[in-house]
Every structure is written in structure tokens, then in C-alpha cells.
């Protein structure tokens, strides 16, 4: 099987992104969204911003890689009502089944940027939004001292190098990069807007439930506790991510959690 789709699909990000439900909706308010707009999610997981997008009146479609993650936005869209939010599998690096320039808005909220080939993915993006379209990202930024971009980076201290040619998800947090990537599409610098923006992670449940649900749920995550057990360190990782997660937490109570994380938000007018 497709790794990328593999390691999505291993645990359940349903659990992670049930903490997510209010920044994506904020998000999705502030895009412009009008009745019978095209929208595509992409790397839409189980419809954190295809959802709101569509209780707005858009067309929506949600592309992800994980079919887990598909078939819950199917059942979350039906449920909620919404016959004009559908989701189906697709790979953002080929989107083959999705005709040129067919949206008027395409989003991808630390969803495509999960997908190797960064350089098919820009070209992908650009191809299915039409002219006078917009593309919009959250990325998360590397380096940040906020939660996920230290989740990341302390989980890679766990496990072994990547294969040779990786390129890191998140160098899609890098002006720099993103712009060359579109600048590699035909998309002029001019085009591309870039804004640090906050989303946070909301649960009723204590940082130490919270980072429960990242160690059983969350497919990247699992994989450092796995490497981490194959050597003995599972104990020193839960303690640097028992760390993070408390000292993070903004909640005013100990018993919940809020725990903000910056992103880079990336808006390219076509
Ligand atoms: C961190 S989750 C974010 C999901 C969602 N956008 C949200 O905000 O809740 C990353 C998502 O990207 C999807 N993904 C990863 N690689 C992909 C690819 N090549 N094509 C499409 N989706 C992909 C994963 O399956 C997962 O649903």
C-alpha cells in the first residue's frame, strides 16, 4: 500500500480532530464563502473546514488519501444534512479525476502538505482552481515552539532518518519554499499572500487525555512510540510530550485544555 496513505489511515484521526471543530469553523468564516461556491477541501480528513464551508451554502467537495477518514466525513456530512458536502479518496499529489480549473476556491488546512511531492501537489492545486480563484493553506511553521510543530520535532528525535530524497511536510511553513513551488506552477510571487495565524486545539479532557489520543490515534505520532519502544525510550518521549502538552495548555482550568499552535496561512490569487 501507498505509505502516505498508510500512515493516515493506521490510527484514527477522527479523535485528534474532534479538539479542532472550533478553529475550522473560525477559519472557514473568514474565507468569503458564498452560496453555490466550488470549494475543495484537500486533505480534508474527516471535514474540520468542508463541513462549515458547506453549512455556508458552497459545493464541496473533500478529497483525502485516507479512505477511513472519507467514509467519516460521508457519515458526519449526512448526519449534519448537508447534501452539497461529499467526500471522496483522491492523492493531492494527482487529482486526476478532477477537471481543470473546477473551483472557485480550493483549501487545504495541514492537509496537503502531508503529501510527498510537494511540486505535483502546487501543480495539482493550480490546475483544478480557475482563474480568479483563490488557493488557500495552513501550514504548520518549522521551528515554532508551538504544539505541533514541536510534536513533530520532538518525535524526530525518536525515530530513524528518513529515506533519502524526503522532503519534510514542513517546509510547506517556509515563504521561501512555498513560493517556488508556485512560482513553479506559473504562479507569480505576487500572487501569494502569507499571514501567521493561530489555530487551537480545544478538548474537554485533561493536555495528559489529549496527548492519549495523539500516542492510540494519530498516525505520526504512533510511529515515534513505536521506534521510541523498539529502543527502549517510549517512557522519554511520553515525558517530553507530557511536557509540551501541560505547558502549552492556556486552558484556565487543569482538568481542560486549549492549546494554541501557529500556522502559516498561504492565500494565492489565480
Ligand atoms: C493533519 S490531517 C488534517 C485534516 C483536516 N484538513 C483537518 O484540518 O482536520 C492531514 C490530512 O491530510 C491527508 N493526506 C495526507 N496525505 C495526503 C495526500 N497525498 N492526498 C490527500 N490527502 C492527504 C491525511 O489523510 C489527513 O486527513
Redesign the pocket.
Known amino acids: 500500500m501507498n505509505p502516505?496513505q498508510a500512515l493516515?489511515e493506521k490510527g484514527d484521526?477522527t479523535r485528534i480532530?474532534a479538539t479542532?471543530r472550533e478553529s475550522?469553523e473560525a477559519l472557514v468564516s473568514q474565507l468569503g464563502i458564498e452560496k453555490g461556491m466550488k470549494v475543495l477541501d484537500?486533505?480534508?480528513?474527516d471535514g474540520?473546514?468542508a463541513l462549515p464551508a458547506a453549512k455556508l451554502g458552497a459545493d464541496v467537495l473533500g478529497?483525502?488519501?485516507?479512505q477511513n477518514?472519507v467514509d467519516a466525513g460521508n457519515r458526519r456530512a449526512q448526519q449534519a444534512g448537508l447534501a452539497n458536502c461529499r467526500f471522496q479518496q483522491?492523492?493531492?499529489?494527482d487529482l486526476h479525476h478532477l477537471p481543470d480549473h473546477s473551483f472557485d476556491l480550493v483549501v487545504s488546512?495541514?492537509?496537503?502538505m502531508?503529501?510527498?511531492k510537494p511540486q505535483e501537489v502546487a501543480k495539482e492545486m493550480v490546475r483544478v482552481t480557475r482563474p480568479g480563484g483563490r488557493i488557500v493553506m495552513g501550514n504548520w511553521i518549522p521551528g515554532d515552539p508551538t504544539l505541533v510543530a514541536q510534536i513533530l520535532k520532538i518525535s524526530s528525535g525518536y525515530t530513524p532518518p528518513p529515506p533519502e530524497g524526503f522532503v519534510s511536510p514542513m517546509t510547506w511553513g517556509v515563504e521561501k519554499q512555498v513560493i517556488e513551488r508556485f512560482a513553479a506552477a506559473g504562479v507569480p510571487p505576487e500572487k501569494i499572500s502569507f499571514s501567521k495565524e493561530t489555530f487551537t486545539f480545544n478538548s474537554p479532557g485533561t493536555p495528559s487525555a489529549v496527548l492519549d489520543d495523539f500516542r492510540n490515534y494519530y498516525g505520526p505520532t504512533m510511529n515515534a512510540f513505536e521506534a521510541a519502544e523498539k529502543n527502549g525510550r517510549a517512557a522519554a518521549l511520553q515525558k517530553e510530550l507530557e511536557d509540551l502538552f501541560t505547558s502549552q495548555n492556556k486552558s484556565p482550568s487543569k482538568d481542560t485544555t486549549s492549546i494554541p499552535a501557529a500556522y502559516l496561512r498561504v492565500v494565492v490569487h489565480l
Open positions: 502516505n493516515w484521526f480532530s479542532m475550522g484537500l486533505g480534508c480528513g474540520t473546514t478529497v483525502d488519501i485516507a477518514l483522491g492523492d493531492a499529489t488546512i495541514f492537509g496537503a502531508f503529501a510527498p
